[in-house]
Each structure stands twice: as C-alpha cells, then as structure tokens.
C-alpha cells in the first residue's frame, strides 16, 4: 500500500527527459497536463520524507516504569501454561510502519508520528524529532512506492 500526499507543481524538463518523466507518472498513476512546454503535476505524489524519532526516559525513572514503557511502544514476547503456548503482545510499533534502527531510534511515516508521540508523552519520555529523507530500504520497509 502506497501512502500518498496531494501536490500541485509546474515542472520545466527538456525535450530528452520529459519521456522519461511521463513514465514514471503513468507508472505511479499521477495525473499530468501539458501546458505550453511545461508539465503541470496535478495529483498524488508518494512520500519522500519520513520522521527520525529518538527517544529515551528521563534518568532516575523506576524500572516498573521502564518495564510498563517497553512493553507499550514494543510489545511483549510471552507464554502461559508453563511455556506451553507463546504468543505477542502487541505493541504501539506493531501497529504502524516504522523502520527499526536501535532501541529508541525509529523512522515512522509523517501521518502515523503522532500515534507515536502521543504514547510516548504519556510516560513523559524525552522526545528528539527530525525530518529525513527516505532511503530505497526504508521505502521499502515502510511500504512506500519509489518514485
């Protein structure tokens, strides 16, 4: 599934290139209009951008805490009866795409951050947020198609 953005933009391509960007508009069903030499962009545009989020509690909190913490935003690999039966509990990153770098460090797509943020607010977790470009992996990874 391709998350998409809307997006109006007029473009100024030479004659060699202007082929090349007709296919891939058609290839990612954009709707395009030529207008005196120019290509106006009138459409959806998958994302290019993603949300680094960093985050960590504040020194000092409990390890009740800091165990309730995991829990939430990773989940929870458990078993019952003795080891018989094993199964995952379900965390706030099981349900939204996101990227995994290292404990703490995720990259999530604009529309799915504040599912995050907010769970992280809760536990009053100190929070760095940046903008970053997508790498192929990461589209990959989130689902988002290349353009």
């Known amino acids: 599934m391709t998350s998409l953005w809307s997006c109006q933009a007029t473009l100024d391509f030479g004659k060699e290139s202007i082929k090349t ?5 058609q290839l990612h069903l954009i709707r395009w209009e030529k207008i005196e030499g120019f290509i106006k962009v009138v459409g959806n545009i998958p994302h290019m951008i993603g949300i680094l ?11 009740n805490i800091h165990k309730q913490f995991r829990k939430k935003i ?9 080891g018989r039966y094993h199964y995952h509990r379900q965390g706030i990153l099981d349900t939204i795409r996101h990227v995994y770098l290292y404990k703490g460090v995720v990259i999530v797509m604009p529309e799915d951050a504040e599912i995050l943020l907010e769970s992280l607010k809760r536990y009053n977790a100190i929070i760095h947020i940046r903008k970053v470009e997508l790498t192929s992996n990461d589209r990959d990874a989130l689902g988002v198609g290349e353009l």
């Open 21 to 25: 960007i007709f296919r891939i508009f």
């Open 53 to 63: 989020v960093v985050f960590y509690l504040p020194p000092r909190t409990s390890g």
């Open 74 to 82: 990773y989940g929870e690999e458990t078993s019952s009866w003795k």
